[in-house]
């Protein structure tokens, strides 16, 4: 279209609806835009919330198993330690064994 057409066509429609209808219409059409863009800013602050909660709940159970393993830690070593007491006392009996016979 050239510009003589638009303008012919934009003249049209305000003589039709008159300027109160039409700026009635482009104010639709905004508010339509900017409660779209509103609805997908609430979505994506909820999809944020959710993430972070997430986060939050990993982070728990990372604090959880670090616990629990350095728990597992000390009873592996004191089963070593026990290991090796006893590894030690029947290495001894056996010694007192063999002098005797």
Do not use: F, P
Not at 56 to 78: G, H, S
Not at 88 to 99: A, H, L, P, S
Request: positive net charge.
């Amino acid at each position: 279209m050239d510009d003589h057409n638009i303008l012919m066509l934009v003249s049209t429609l305000l003589g039709a609806l008159g300027v109160k209808e039409i700026w009635a219409i482009v104010q639709k059409r905004m508010d339509i835009g900017a409660k779209k863009d509103e609805r997908e800013d609430n979505l994506y602050v909820e999809q944020i919330k959710n993430l972070t909660e997430k986060i939050e709940q990993l982070e728990t159970k990372i604090q959880k198993l670090i616990e629990e393993n350095t728990q597992l830690l000390v009873k592996v070593a004191r089963m070593e330690e026990k290991l090796i007491t006893n590894a030690k006392r029947r290495v001894q009996t056996r010694r007192k064994k063999d002098e005797r016979d």
